[in-house]
């Protein structure tokens, strides 16, 4: 035990003293603290959009009287870890605008009234530069780091002429291998915790950003994450560094694995699944077309039905008093939307003199109607949401490809970690039509659809004071840890299979 | 003597790790990009789209020219689309990101004014507008493998070369024996770098012929011979830039005593000017020059136009009260129809006016981020390669531009041909102001886009300057340095 504190003692020393460790540490901290100061301000605008459109969608809802136009809102809240990992935080919609025959989709090219909106978004022509954050930094600046403090240990000392020299010492191999990796971590330990430390500070001197105990739980998951990284390209180096003669040979080697794993293999495998998308597609305007027939469909469904009940349509199911004109206007409901190009059809009755006419029968048929109009909503949007169903299987095995390289591996552990990655934002999609569901729910324990003030307020307005509230979901730890634990175990993996790799070959090492 | 040390240079490089992984790694990379880019969907994707687009306008012109000039002056020249990049593989430029098309047509439907029984339908002008996907979410990633992303690998090797040319050699003491001769240090200077340039160029020249090669055999993007001389320029970028990174590896390589040391600072450096310093720039610039957003455009566009309608009140049902416009527009009621004119030109320059705006804004924007991060070698280098490749934002602010001169002259026809009819009242833009008589589809104009280098030209004189900077600095600091 005591040879091993050595040689850990001896190569954490003699790292800390080169001129390598202090640039890195102030690059490293330098460069954390310029990317977390630029994202703390963009957080900072993402959270005002957000409250302006949450206070918007208050007052708006307080002027809804009846129950078939109200469009409460799912707000996509700015996630505070997104100081740390921007991931898709500026990407996609951050509003969803629920109407209840509205599906929810989300189609590439933009469709007048969709539902799914971005707001708040001042320049989209600004995300063609690259954002970059603290795990950004970490993935590139890093990695460089723990390669360069590596590239010598063995190589090095075998050049200098020292590695004859411990091995003459009654020392194992095992035991020299082990120490030069963990001094080696021991070294870098400071840089990355400083480094998470200063980010942490600047994020908190920010008047709006508030950690709770759960976000702090999660950066320290991601920082554990990192070191875990970390110590992947030190055991990387090292094992290069036990295969090469020369620490020259061991340092282009490592360099342009570096360049080749943090910077070309996410990209290609990316551009070559765009180009070439194993989950080819029909145009988007396919899709909206079959949706469109689902309308048709509905309106035969409906028609029959009131038919059924006599009625031409649905106007004349009310009964007027004597001497009501019911020509004139004031109030115009519409029952659906959808669309080829244009995104509406109306259908709309007019209905004035609402106080002089029974709809007893009218509100019995909109109790039929309005149920079925939601369905086939959801109809509509099981074929409205294929075209993103393609782009996300499509991105998935993008995503897949890149995992081949550990530094993608950590990219999407920590995203999930942190809540800002694609999936992360699936969800909110998803959650916003759960939402939708609520609502749904909500009106049918009202008895809203056959109620008067589902089209006239003329006996009272909508009581819609218990209306739920969009909430967002936040993962606790347990729950992140178990969304990312594959990635957590790839790491986990590489790591085991080179330190493996490097203690095999360092038994098998030949002096001569 | 120079050309001694540099022969020198590169008998010793071809022997290196470092020449044998660059000469595995150029041909790869250039071969995926013209595989990935000749192949793979995109450009005979876009052409098709182009020529369809341009078709279904020839016809939507001709369509309304044939119903009359006044019904082609209202709907509008059409969607004019952007000409698909065949060098997008060169300078990919956020190809994804850039609209590729502009709108000037009016389709949507009439409006309605009632005056007592009669109901008056106007309808709108067309105005300029300029799409833009607002989610920018199919965005997957933004770098992709096309030459100005070779060429920043390419200023790596240029590191992986020079970081140990003059350290390494001062620490085995062979810079002492080689300074006894009488040769002097510019010299031996200038031989390091020819001998680096020549070992990292030649094999750079020879992937891009084969890229070339498989690009122009594969057939499914065909050249001109301009796009010869771009090319040509291109590889012109490629040298100043490897150039720019082998003197700042001469730099560091003579400032530092120890070729590691050396190594570490060139890579952060590279880092920083690749990464860091580009998209730290390009995110802190919505700061430094904050611009409303579009919902706050759109509002105000509305209380704009609200408060136009306001006094007009050209949506009046029947019985309201009316303040300015009374009656209907007719061929009969020259007045009226003034007044309308008044309205309807009134409305567009509003709505012309804050969209014009929002999007200048926008262009600023990204202008002042690209202006500062041209500070970086890489990003100019990026940015010129873009230039040449008609590529990213300056070919979508170029195409804009045009779109706005082709708008002027769209007008100043329908006013010339309606100058010819004497029947008509020659009020624009009211359709009973206008001749009603059919003109002729092809004397519309029609759009043409040309393309502009101008923007090129600083940024090759930037990277000149950076060439001589680092010289100078490389130079300096040689003669400055210890031999031991």
Redesign the interface.
């Known amino acids: 035990m005591h040879t091993l504190w050595l040689v850990i003692q001896r190569e954490f020393v003699s790292n800390v003293l ?3 460790f202090m ?2 540490f102030i ?1 490293c901290l330098l ?1 954390t603290a ?2 977390v100061f ?2 703390v ?2 957080y900072e ?1 993402r959270l005002s ?1 957000y409250n302006a459109a949450v206070r918007e969608a208050e007052t708006e809802a307080q002027n809804w009287e009846l129950y078939y136009n109200i469009n409460p809102k799912a707000h996509r809240k700015p996630n505070p870890l997104g100081i740390f990992n921007v991931g ?1 935080e500026n ?3 951050n509003t969803v605008t629920i109407e209840l025959a509205k599906p929810v989709f ?1 189609l ?1 090219y ?1 469709v007048l009234g969709e539902p799914a ?16 954050d603290v795990v ?2 970490f993935k ?2 890093l990695s ?1 780091l723990a390669i ?1 403090f590596a590239f ?1 240990t063995i190589s090095g000392e075998r050049e200098d002429g020292t590695l004859k020299l411990v091995l003459s010492n009654a020392i194992p191999r095992d035991m020299i291998v082990l120490g030069k990796y963990l001094g080696g971590m021991l070294s870098l330990f400071p840089i990355v915790f400083t480094s998470l430390i200063v980010a942490l500070i600047i994020a908190l001197s920010s008047r709006v950003t508030a950690f709770d105990g759960n976000d702090i739980s999660h950066i320290v998951l991601i920082f554990a994450v990192s070191l875990l990284y970390v110590s992947t390209w030190y055991l990387l180096g090292l094992l290069l560094s036990i295969w090469t003669k020369t620490p ?2 061991t ?3 490592s ?2 694995v570096w ?2 794993l943090t ?2 293999h ?3 495998a ?8 194993p989950y080819q597609s029909k145009p988007e305007v396919e899709y909206v077309r079959s949706a469109a027939n689902v309308w048709d469909q509905f309106q035969k469904e409906r028609d029959t039905y009131i038919k059924r009940r006599g009625y031409e349509n649905l106007r004349d199911s009310i009964i007027w008093e004597p001497g009501t004109n019911p020509e004139r206007t004031d109030r115009f409901l519409t029952f659906f939307s959808y669309g080829i190009e244009s995104l509406y059809f109306v259908e709309g009755y007019i209905l004035n003199d609402i106080e002089k006419a029974d709809t007893t029968i009218f509100q019995e048929i909109l109790d039929y109607q309005e149920p079925l109009r939601i369905a086939y909503a959801d109809k509509a949007e099981a074929i409205l949401n294929k075209p993103a169903e393609e ?1 996300e299987r499509n ?1 998935k095995f ?1 995503d897949l490809l890149s995992r081949i390289s550990f530094a993608d591996v950590y990219h999407y552990a920590v995203g999930t970690i942190a809540g800002t990655d694609r999936q992360s ?1 699936n969800d909110f999609i998803q959650d916003s039509r759960a939402y939708k569901r609520e609502i749904v729910e909500y009106l049918k324990d009202k008895a809203a659809f056959s109620s008067r003030a589902w089209f006239s307020n003329d006996q009272g307005a909508a009581d819609l004071t218990d209306l739920p509230v969009f909430q967002q979901r936040r993962f606790s730890l347990a729950e992140s840890f178990s969304r990312a634990y594959i990635d957590i175990l790839i790491l986990l993996a590489w790591n085991i299979v080179l330190f493996m790799a490097a203690y095999v070959s360092f038994l098998r090492y030949d002096m001569s | 003597m120079i050309w001694q040390i540099a022969r020198k240079e590169i008998h010793h490089n071809l022997t ?3 020449f044998s ?1 660059i000469i595995i ?1 150029l041909p790869v ?1 250039f071969v ?1 990009n013209s595989l ?2 000749s ?4 450009y005979t994707a876009q052409v098709d789209t182009y020529n369809q687009q341009v078709t279904q306008n020839r016809e939507h012109v001709a369509d309304y020219a044939n119903k009359g000039l006044a019904e082609l002056a209202l709907i509008g020249p059409g969607e004019i689309p952007k000409r698909p990049n065949r060098l997008t593989f060169c300078a990919d ?2 190809d994804k ?1 850039i609209p590729r098309s502009v709108k000037m047509m009016n389709i949507g439907g009439l409006s309605r004014a009632g005056y007592g029984y009669e109901v008056y339908r106007w309808r709108p002008p067309w105005i300029l507008e300029y ?15 096309d030459w100005v ?1 070779i060429g920043i ?1 390419m200023s ?1 090797f240029a590191i ?1 070369f020079t970081f ?1 040319a003059i350290a ?1 050699e001062r620490a085995r003491g062979t810079l002492s024996l080689m300074m006894s001769n009488t040769v002097s240090r510019g010299q031996v200077l200038l031989g390091k770098y020819l001998g680096a340039f020549v070992t990292l160029i030649v094999p750079l020249i020879i992937s891009i012929l084969i890229n070339l090669l498989i690009i122009l055999f594969s057939g499914n993007i065909p050249f001109e011979s301009s796009e010869g001389l771009r090319i040509l320029g291109m590889v012109i970028l490629f040298a100043l830039l490897v150039s720019i990174f082998i003197f700042l590896g001469l730099f560091f390589s003579s400032r530092v005593s ?4 050396s ?3 060139l ?2 450096t590279w ?2 000017l690749a ?2 310093f ?10 430094l020059n ?6 706050e455009v759109v509002k105000q566009k509305h209380a704009q136009l609200e408060q136009l309608y306001g006094e007009y009140r050209p949506f009046n049902s029947p019985g309201d009260i009316t303040p300015k416009l009374k009656k209907a527009a007719s061929a009969e009621d020259p007045e009226t129809t003034r007044l309308w004119a008044d309205f309807l030109s009134r409305e567009v320059e509003t709505k012309t006016r804050l969209s014009d705006a929002h999007i200048d ?3 600023q ?2 202008q002042l ?1 690209r202006d500062l ?1 041209q500070i970086s070698p890489i990003a100019t280098f990026q940015y010129a390669m873009e230039g040449l490749a008609n590529t ?2 300056v070919s979508y602010t170029n195409f804009v531009k045009q779109a706005r001169r082709y708008r002027q002259i769209f007008i100043d026809f329908i006013k010339t041909e309606d100058r010819g009819d004497p029947e008509s009242l020659h009020i624009y833009p009211v359709k009973e102001g206008l001749s009603q008589k059919p003109v002729d589809p092809d004397a519309v104009p029609v759009f043409e886009e040309q393309i502009s280098y101008r923007s090129v030209l600083t940024q090759v004189m930037l990277l000149v300057l950076f060439n001589l900077l680092f010289f100078i600095v490389a130079l300096v600091s040689f003669l400055k340095s210890d031999l031991k």
């Open positions: 080169t001129s390598r640039i890195g690059v460069s310029v990317a630029v994202q301000d963009d605008k959009g898709a990407l996609g919609a989300e590439t933009p909106q971005k707001r708040g978004a001042d320049n989209p022509l600004l995300a063609m530069f690259l954002t970059i950004f930094i590139i600046v460089a360069l010598n020259a040979t340092l282009i080697l360099m342009v360049v080749m910077i070309v996410a990209n290609v990316t551009i070559v699944v765009e180009k070439f998308p782009r991105a993008a934002y | 290196t790790l470092r992984l790694i990379l995926a990935i880019y192949f793979g969907s995109g430029g956020a990101l799409p833009l996907d607002n989610k920018s979410g199919s965005a997957m990633q933004r770098i992709k493998i992303f690998l790596f992986l140990d390494g120890n070729a590691i040391t190594l570490v600072w890579l952060l880092v920083f990464f860091v580009p998209s730290l720039l390009g995110t802190f610039v919505g700061n904050p611009i409303p957003s579009a919902d804004q926008q262009f924007q990204v981020a991060t990213g934002i």
